[in-house]
């Protein structure tokens, strides 16, 4: 079964890509679109512009394109400084941390916390298209709870899952977007397995007897996955009013510099961006009467409303 390629563009933080990187991947949208937007931390007083994503979000200089970088897997903290509104971003990539602050020079507009946040929530409520999930609550009177877009082409009864040394009796949903088990003695022993995740590190073994009843499974999820590999639904379902250019206008290729690149150096434009650099470990946590929850331990010299307060 040919795997998907592999999908970066919501799981990565990366800088300076390529103008084909900046392309949208197949299932994948623009939604938003925003000038005027500085990257503050790492670019400060270079105008550029916000691209949101259903699976990304994208800023790039408007005077040098290939000043640029790109995450999506956030949190949020935001602030506002008078009139100047600004999107500080916490996020994490390969063990290491990394803190963005995005900071409108539209006097005035939300837009940039409406539509970042509005996406990002609409994100991580759709993990169940994209993620494997195991014991969740996908089945209710013996039938699979459809997701949006989701539709089911085939119902197998009689599938081992083998998982167990003495195997468990279970039934086969195969959809559009994914394949779900669930043991028929009980329906919370289940497993859902999206196309996006055919291929990857993780092996889960099922029975089908006959070998023909088998064989023709097989063949109908490798007709669906090829499908689903050519317009994958990623489950980020959400349109401004205003639909913005598409992205290939919106970017320009640019010509390669005259220059030697290093790659085993990390740049400034990559360590401006670190949070917490040396950081080797979670600090403890403690109870913070502010905001009457737990949080990590702040860095000595940093407190609560100095992080709310990126904008001096």
Not at 27 to 56: A, H, M, W, Y
Not at 182 to 200: D, K, R
Not at 230 to 239: K, L, M, R, S, W
């Amino acid at each position: 079964m040919a795997a998907l390629d592999t999908l970066w563009e919501d799981r990565d933080v990366r800088f300076d890509i390529t103008a084909q990187q900046m392309k949208t991947r197949p299932g994948e949208v623009l939604i938003d679109c925003l000038d005027s937007i500085e990257d503050t931390k790492g670019n400060n007083g270079d105008r550029g512009r916000l691209l949101v994503t259903n699976l990304r979000i994208i800023w790039h200089s408007l005077a040098l394109p290939r000043v640029n970088l790109c995450e999506y897997n956030l949190i949020y903290l935001n602030s506002g400084h008078g009139h100047t509104e600004a999107l500080y971003i916490l996020t994490k990539s390969n063990n290491t941390r990394f803190e963005f602050i995005f900071t409108n020079l539209v006097i005035g507009s939300p837009r940039l916390f409406t539509s970042v946040i509005a996406v990002h929530r609409a994100y991580e409520t759709s993990k169940m298209y994209r993620d494997l999930k195991l014991r969740a609550a996908l089945i209710q009177n013996k039938q699979l709870r459809l997701l949006p877009r989701e539709q089911v082409y085939d119902k197998i009864n009689g599938v081992w899952n083998l998982s167990s040394d003495q195997g468990n009796l279970g039934t086969f949903f195969i959809t559009n977007v994914r394949i779900v088990w669930h043991a028929n003695m009980n329906e919370s022993f289940n497993v859902s397995i999206p196309y996006l995740q055919i291929s990857g590190g993780y092996v889960l073994g099922f029975k089908i007897d006959p070998v023909e009843k088998l064989q023709d499974a097989l063949k109908e999820i490798n007709s669906l996955h090829k499908v689903y590999s050519a317009n994958p639904i990623f489950g980020v379902d959400y349109e401004m009013e205003e639909k913005p250019q598409p992205l290939e206008e919106l970017t320009v290729e640019q010509p390669p510099d005259d220059v030697e690149i290093e790659p085993d150096e990390q740049t400034d434009a990559f360590t401006a961006y670190f949070a917490d650099g040396n950081k080797q470990q979670d600090r403890e946590a403690v109870f913070s009467d502010e905001l009457g929850l737990a949080i990590e331990r702040l860095k000595d010299g940093f407190t609560l409303q100095g992080l709310w307060e990126v904008v001096g």
